[in-house]
């Protein structure tokens, strides 16, 4: 399969210059179909097959491909609805104390400072990491990681387009004694993803960006070994053993994080929308980011581009005087683009899927010279 053949199966691009997979990748119609066939397979022939059983097949064939593409073990994967759930799960088993540390950088997404801003309620220190155009200055991530109970941090930042050396932070943290809760979900679909050469304790992502998956397709990779360690806030049938058991005996591995009854439909959709991006291959996908982001690039004043020079992903940041006002132009020229809260600028994401054409309207509608 080629870019412009699954470009071709997704109808968001008729009419639109779509350029926001950072936010949202719509999904093609072979994605919708996959998951309302299970749909229509799980809810009209639950009179002759047991739909606790039917959806339990479902959950288990998407844990194995799931952990397929991130390089994990299927016992140490569980579904989730999105990477804020996948992080809320974590941030509610780890039995934190009065005056427990957590750290995390200032670039995180909402879905990395919520939680933490709730555990303040209860005591714990949550510690704000400064960094400097996406990067982490790793002496002072150090310091501060000595004394912390958790680390999150961001794989790929959402903020700026920048990788994060994911494998040196964890180990700086691991030699801290800190727990490393990694928020990868700019990853699949744009990059390959190893979890296990990471070596984070648990990372959080979900299916509704780069991969075109579903919105509800989200998914938590947990440690074998770590996952023992952890209480789950919420506990189901599908979190235990045996649900009729007297004493509670949680299920191995991550799968204890997962509750009970919820719909198969959007990681079956999911599990088509990774063949689909497979089908490409990573190293095609990130070939041709690379060649388009140029494109965006060269077109940019330097002191507008926020982003690496070098491609590091498909999020291209640009410093703007009104960031909502070109949104806005934007869109009225069907250019969909972000704004973003912070630093004050817009973000341009790049598929394979994208166009040059694409590139040249958007660098038309932000006001920059595209020849």
């Known amino acids: ?24 990748g719509p999904s093609p119609r072979s994605v919708v179909e996959a998951a309302s066939d299970c749909l229509a397979d799980h809810e009209y022939d639950s009179g002759k097959n047991d739909p606790y059983e039917v959806a339990f097949g479902a959950a288990d064939r998407a844990r194995e491909r799931i952990a397929e593409l991130i390089g994990a073990d299927p016992e140490e994967v569980a579904l989730t609805e999105s990477t804020t759930d996948g992080i809320n799960r974590i941030a509610n088993a780890v039995e934190f104390e009065p005056g427990d540390v957590v750290v995390r950088t200032d670039l995180e997404h909402p879905a990395g400072i919520l939680p933490w ?12 990491l400064e960094t400097e155009q996406g990067r982490v200055d790793r002496d002072a991530y150090t310091d501060a990681v000595a004394d912390a109970r958790l680390v999150c941090f961001s794989a790929l930042t959402w903020t700026h387009g920048t990788r994060l050396p994911v494998g040196d932070l964890v180990d700086i943290a691991d030699d801290a004694g800190a727990f490393t ?10 990059q390959e993803i190893d979890v296990h050469e990471w070596g984070a304790d648990a990372v959080a992502a979900a299916g509704h960006k780069w991969l075109l998956g579903p919105w509800g397709a989200g998914f938590l990779y947990v440690d074998r070994e770590t996952a023992e360690s952890l209480v789950p806030s919420a506990v189901g049938y599908r979190s235990v053993t045996d649900p009729t058991a007297d004493d509670l ?16 439909a959007p990681h079956a959709g999911l599990i088509e929308a990774i063949d689909r991006i497979e089908a490409i291959g990573i190293d095609e996908i990130e ?28 999020l291209v940041t640009v410093a703007v005087d009104d960031p909502e006002a070109v949104v806005e132009r934007c869109a009225e020229q069907n250019v969909v683009i972000r704004s973003l809260p912070y630093p004050e600028a817009v973000r341009v994401s790049v598929h394979a899927v994208s166009t040059a054409d694409e590139i040249n309207s958007v660098l038309d509608c932000i006001g920059v010279d595209n020849e």
Do not use: W
């Not at 801003?117 to 704000?128: F, H, N, S, T, Y």
């Not at 799968?255 to 719909?263: D, L």
């Open 181 to 190: 809760l990694v928020d990868a979900v700019q990853v699949p679909g744009q």
């Open 117 to 128: 801003q709730q555990l303040k309620r209860e005591g714990v220190e949550v510690r704000i």
């Open 1 to 24: 399969m080629t870019p412009r053949e699954l470009r071709a199966d997704v109808p968001a691009f008729d009419d639109a210059a779509y350029l926001n997979f950072g936010a949202h």
């Open 287 to 314: 070939s041709r980011i690379e060649t388009l982001t140029d494109r965006l690039k060269a077109g940019i004043d330097d002191e507008r581009l926020l982003s690496p020079a070098d491609c590091e992903s498909g």
């Open 249 to 264: 005996d949680y299920a191995p591995g991550a799968t204890r994080f997962e509750v009970g009854t919820t719909s198969p």
